[in-house]
Each structure stands twice: as structure tokens, then as C-alpha cells.
């Protein structure tokens, strides 16, 4: 196994570890009714199961989100994302929640197969639950958020699903929202090692090796309208996600960045939404988030 891939296993234990802590400090909201643990894929893999969560005092259709969580490819579970999701569903949304295998047990391209069964799972049942089926969100965080712009893009090009060996998802996004994504796999620096890692120490041999970075697959394909996150304190993924806006804006697709600057006196750190959703700063981004969303709907409407 490469040293890179044994540093960031140690890593990611400490970050798990602070994880657990913070996630004990949220006050969550109440009145939301979880389905736990359905599985997309009937294997007996834990990985491949997610959660559903309904607001309980809203009636009729609800408007429905897809979150897939961050790690780093190699850490976490739906249930890092679980504080996040709960607070989107109290917002009036029905929120999927989804688990996907991890490396180094996989690597980044079955990662993405993951999510795109998991949307075909959620596109298959969606019937059973109160949802707006015209009216579907993808949102992604970190590594997740690069799982849910890759997602994204498959399911506008059947070319794409081929060379992935991916699922085809009967249903169609109203927007995407993408947190801090670390969406160019093959850039240079430390960066660009770890993910080249992520992706396989083969990963030059691979049909998907050409499609590694956000606007290599734009070229083959298109998104729909998207809102991007990032802020001062980012170190992770600031580059990235500015990157991302202006390729799409450069291709063509609708986006808004929130890029948060110095927020009261602090620099917010890396998917601060997401770990933070209690807090003022993540209020305010799943504010401009959840807007961005009702507009890509209204001006969906009007064509």
C-alpha cells in the first residue's frame, strides 16, 4: 500500500476522532422521522445503504436532496452527515442520505459507481415517499462534493456512464450544490498526489483516466445550474472550488459562488456548512444555498 495512503489512514483517524466530538456538541433540530439504513445495493455491504429523513409537520410533495458526505474518499459514513441532512429536512426537504465504499478498499472511480447506484435506487423509489419528483437536488461536500459533481455529469452523458461502467438513474437534477469540492484529481502539488492515489496506483491504465478533473468531463457533458461554497479558511479545497466556478461559467452553466471572506472577526474553515450547520455562518450558506435552489426551479418553470 503506497506510504501516502498509510499517512492519511492515520490521519483520518484523529479527524474521526474529532469528528465524533464535535458531532456530540450540535444541537439538532426535532421533528424529523428517519428511515434508516435501505439498501441500494442488496449485497450485504453496510456501504451501501443510506437514510431517508422527512419533516414531520409538512404535508403533501416535498422538494428532495441528495447529500453525499466528505472524508476524503477514505473516512466516514452517512453518518458524519447526518447533523447536516436533519437540518436541510427541517428546512421542508425529504433528504437521502448515502454511505459509499471507501478507500483503500476501493478506489475513486467504484466510489463514483457507488453514488450512481444509489440514484438509481433513490430514482426507482421515489414514488414511495412525498416527493416532488420534478424537483431533485444533489449535494456533495469535499470528496463528496467531487462523488456529486462526477454524479452529475454522468447523468448527462451516456458516454460517460459507459466509460464509469456506471448505472443510469432515471431522474433528472433541478441544481447541484457542491461544499469545498475537491472536483481536479490530477492536479500538481501534495494535492494532486493524495488524489492520484485515491484514484488507484493504476490509475494511468484506466478508461477513466481522462475524466480525473471537473472540466474534463465538461467537455463531454454539462450540469445543471450550480452553487458553490468555499471560505477564507479553506485550505483544503479554496483553489478548487474558484477553479470549479469559473470552468463552469466558461462552459456555459449557471453558478453562484459563495465564498465566504472573514465571518465576524474568524476564518470559517474547510465545509464549515456542513460541520457547522448550527451555527450563524452555516445557517447563512444553507440560507443562500436553499435560495439558489428555489430560483433554478422558478426560472425551470418559466421555459
Known amino acids: 500500500m503506497p506510504a501516502i495512503i498509510e499517512l492519511a489512514k492515520l490521519m483520518w483517524h484523529f479527524t474521526e476522532q474529532a469528528d465524533a466530538a464535535r458531532i456530540k456538541k450540535l444541537s439538532l433540530p426535532t421533528g424529523v422521522a428517519e428511515q434508516r439504513d435501505l439498501a441500494y445495493i442488496d449485497d450485504g455491504d453496510v456501504m451501501h445503504r443510506l437514510d431517508v429523513y422527512t419533516p414531520m409537520d409538512r404535508t403533501g410533495p416535498l422538494p428532495v436532496i441528495i447529500d453525499v458526505h466528505g472524508g476524503g474518499w477514505m473516512y466516514g459514513d452517512k453518518?458524519?452527515?447526518?447533523?447536516?441532512?436533519?437540518?436541510?429536512?427541517?428546512?421542508?426537504?425529504?433528504?437521502?442520505?448515502?454511505?459509499?465504499?471507501?478507500?483503500?478498499?476501493?478506489?475513486?472511480?467504484?466510489?463514483?459507481?457507488?453514488?450512481?447506484?444509489?440514484?438509481?435506487?433513490?430514482?426507482?423509489?421515489?414514488?414511495?415517499?412525498?416527493?416532488?419528483?420534478?424537483?431533485?437536488?444533489?449535494?456533495?461536500?469535499?470528496?463528496?462534493?467531487?462523488?456529486?459533481?462526477?454524479?452529475?455529469?454522468?447523468?448527462?452523458?451516456?458516454?460517460?456512464?459507459?466509460?464509469?461502467?456506471?448505472?443510469?438513474?432515471?431522474?433528472?437534477?433541478?441544481a447541484l450544490a457542491l461544499t469545498a469540492p475537491v472536483a481536479y484529481m490530477d492536479e500538481e502539488g501534495l494535492v494532486g498526489t493524495y488524489t492520484r492515489a485515491m484514484w488507484g496506483k493504476d490509475y494511468k491504465q484506466k478508461h477513466t483516466a481522462p475524466y480525473m478533473n471537473l472540466d474534463a468531463l465538461l467537455k463531454e457533458t454539462t450540469l445543471p445550474p450550480t452553487f458553490l461554497v468555499t471560505s477564507s479558511g479553506d485550505i483544503m479545497a479554496l483553489h478548487q472550488t474558484r477553479r470549479a466556478a469559473r470552468d463552469l461559467t466558461s462552459f456555459g452553466i449557471g453558478n453562484e459562488l459563495a465564498d465566504f471572506p472573514t465571518f465576524e472577526g474568524e476564518d470559517l474553515p474547510h465545509v464549515f456548512s456542513v460541520i457547522r450547520p448550527d451555527s450563524k455562518a452555516g445557517n447563512l450558506a444553507i440560507d443562500r444555498m436553499l435560495a439558489f435552489f428555489k430560483r433554478a426551479k422558478e426560472k425551470e418553470a418559466t421555459k
Open 79 to 174: 453518518e458524519l452527515n447526518k447533523p447536516y441532512c436533519l437540518y436541510l429536512a427541517a428546512r421542508g426537504y425529504l433528504v437521502f442520505n448515502l454511505s459509499y465504499r471507501l478507500v483503500p478498499n476501493v478506489t475513486t472511480d467504484d466510489q463514483v459507481r457507488d453514488v450512481m447506484a444509489a440514484l438509481q435506487w433513490i430514482g426507482d423509489h421515489l414514488a414511495a415517499y412525498p416527493a416532488k419528483t420534478d424537483e431533485i437536488y444533489l449535494t456533495g461536500d469535499s470528496a463528496g462534493g467531487m462523488l456529486a459533481s462526477f454524479a452529475a455529469a454522468l447523468l448527462g452523458s451516456e458516454h460517460l456512464r459507459s466509460v464509469f461502467d456506471a448505472a443510469s438513474p432515471n431522474l433528472r437534477l433541478t
